[in-house]
């Protein structure tokens, strides 16, 4: 399942055996090589299980989109709120 392929190539478990590198030495690795990823044996459970984990991997993804959108929302809120506060208080206003 390409999916599964997908996850598994971004795992850092894999790409730490991919650079042969603990993660973050490589802070700008965007891509692997091909005649790196084949050098790698990729292991794969059945094809019911690659999906069972590639809907959990991507529902975590997208409640992880969520709560970035939603922590980006009150921040945002949180900013107006002390540039309010500041300029009632520049003003005298507290």
């Given at each position: 399942m390409v999916e599964f392929l997908h996850h598994q190539l971004r795992s850092p478990?894999?790409?730490?055996?991919?650079?042969?590198?603990?993660?973050?030495?490589?802070?700008?690795?965007?891509?692997?090589?091909?005649?790196?990823?084949r050098s790698v044996p990729?292991?794969?459970?059945s094809i019911a299980t690659q999906r069972a984990m590639v809907g959990a991997l991507d529902d975590l993804s997208t409640?992880?989109?969520?709560?970035?959108t939603i922590y980006a929302r009150?921040?945002?809120g949180l900013d107006e709120m002390k540039k309010s506060l500041l300029h009632q208080a520049f003003r005298s206003a507290l």
């Open positions: 478990s894999l790409r730490m055996e991919i650079t042969g590198r603990p993660p973050g030495a490589h802070p700008t690795l965007k891509k692997i090589s091909i005649g790196a990823r990729v292991r794969a459970p409640a992880a989109a969520q709560r970035t009150k921040l945002a």
